[in-house]
């Protein structure tokens, strides 16, 4: 038997709208939006649906897939025996709570199925078909999914500790609130997936593809991902303390309020990346590209500035105690009211910056090139100036 689903919510979530939001923008009703996002409708709209595949630019059979739905829940020992024989088309099988611990399940078709809570744990999944599937709350840990499918897949609070999902597919899956602790991920594809929450600390994540993913909140401590393609993701408020992001690419991400105290981010793109309000303490930031990134109100006390580019940055009100930017360009970069006490600037090019109520205090600012830049209200009381002389007076009045 086969069920029309509704996916707005998912699609909804992806976006951050509210049923609120959607009605204002579609010119829906509140009504019409709650039905079809708590899947409590028997019948579809035409008008309805046209204006909402034209505003998510999805298909009509992406907004309302055909699903196969079990009819009953299939018994543990039906579905061994079956596997037993050569079967491997279970698409929709209904098997939650099922104890499958340990075994070599490689080749399955479980589309669509109902694995809610089943117990994976150590089980081998290789090249198993699980788009679409329930797997909320299933036991995971240590199982290994190399190769296998699982798009648009539900996984919140599952438990995938330690499980292989190299050359895994995971696009659109939900993984809210998962625990993917020591998980290897190699060249996984998790492009739009929603990681909110999620926990993946010392997860290996290398070349893998996270474009547009939502890490809002999720813990990374010392995860490995170097090498990802992070492009346009979500990475608010996220814990990537001492994580491993050399040569990513971070382009439009959002990583406001992350932690990326003491993370390795060499050679990494985050050019118009936004990094308002993160911890970026003793972060190692060399040969990093931050050209029209927002770094305001962000700490970068400590961090390994060599060799970034900068150029248009958003450094407004962010913490450079202390730093050296010797040699780095940061022409037409912000830097209203930011702190550069005894930082080193020797070289760097500052031309059109704004230091307007910048702390200067003890920096050095030796054979810099001074004209243009607005330093309107800044302080400078004992810096090293351009000529070498130290200046006396606190507050520079232009």
């Known amino acids: 038997m086969k069920k029309i689903r509704c996916n707005?919510?998912?699609?909804?979530?992806?976006?951050?709208?509210?049923?609120?939001?959607?009605?204002?923008?579609?010119?829906?009703?509140?009504?019409?939006?709650?039905r079809l996002y708590k899947e409590e409708f028997d019948r579809?709209?035409?008008?309805?649906?046209?204006?909402?595949?034209?505003?998510?630019?999805?298909?009509?059979?992406?907004?309302?897939?055909?699903?196969?739905?079990?009819?009953?829940?299939?018994?543990?020992?039906?579905?061994?025996?079956?596997?037993a024989a050569g079967e491997r088309d279970f698409p929709g099988v209904d098997l939650s709570e099922a104890n499958l611990s340990g075994l070599c399940l490689t080749d399955l078709n479980l589309t669509g199925a109902i694995l809610r809570k089943v117990i994976f744990r150590k089980a081998n999944l290789t090249n198993a078909n699980l788009d679409k599937a329930d797997l909320r709350e299933t036991d995971l840990e240590g199982a290994i999914l190399n190769k296998a499918t699982l798009r648009t897949a539900k996984l919140g609070e599952a438990n995938l500790q330690a499980a292989k999902l190299a050359y895994t597919e995971l696009t659109d899956a939900d993984?809210?609130?998962?625990?993917?602790?020591?998980s290897e991920m190699r060249w996984a594809n998790l492009s739009g997936a929603v990681l909110k929450s999620a926990k993946l600390n010392n997860a290996q994540i290398l070349r893998a593809n996270l474009r547009k993913v939502d890490l809002t909140d999720a813990e990374l401590k010392k995860a490995d991902l170097r090498w990802v393609d992070l492009r346009e993701a979500k990475l608010i408020n996220a814990n990537l303390s001492?994580?491993?992001?050399?040569?990513?690419?971070?382009?439009?991400?959002?990583?406001s309020s992350a932690?990326?105290?003491?993370?390795?981010?060499?050679?990494?793109d985050l050019s118009s990346a936004n990094l308002s309000h993160a911890d970026l303490k003793k972060t190692n930031l060399s040969s990093t590209n931050l050209n029209h990134a927002n770094l305001s109100l962000t700490d970068l006390s400590s961090a390994n500035l060599d060799d970034t580019y900068l150029v248009g940055a958003n450094l407004r009100d962010c913490n450079l105690g202390g730093c050296n930017l010797s040699g780095i360009n940061l022409s037409n970069a912000d830097l209203s009211g930011v702190n550069l006490r005894s930082a080193i600037l020797r070289g760097a090019n500052l031309s059109r910056a704004q230091l307007k109520c910048a702390d200067l205090k003890y920096a050095d600012l030796f054979g810099i090139d001074l004209s243009g830049v607005d330093l309107d209200d800044a302080y400078l009381g004992g810096a090293t100036m351009p000529d070498g002389s130290i200046h006396d007076d606190d507050i520079i009045n232009i």
């Not at 707005?8 to 709650?34: R, V």
């Not at 993984?175 to 020591?182: I, M, R, W």
């Not at 932690?259 to 990494?268: P, S």
Request: glycine share 4%; charged share 25%.
């Open 175 to 182: 993984l809210s609130g998962a625990y993917l602790q020591k």
């Open 259 to 268: 932690n990326l105290n003491d993370a390795n981010l060499t050679q990494t």
């Open 242 to 255: 001492g994580a491993e992001l050399e040569a990513n690419c971070l382009i439009d991400a959002d990583i």
């Open 8 to 34: 707005l919510k998912n699609l909804m979530e992806k976006q951050d709208l509210s049923q609120y939001q959607l009605a204002k923008e579609t010119g829906l009703s509140i009504n019409a939006i709650s």
């Open 44 to 83: 579809i709209d035409c008008n309805t649906a046209e204006v909402l595949c034209d505003y998510f630019g999805c298909d009509l059979c992406e907004l309302f897939p055909l699903e196969a739905v079990s009819s009953k829940r299939m018994l543990d020992s039906e579905f061994l025996k079956r596997y």
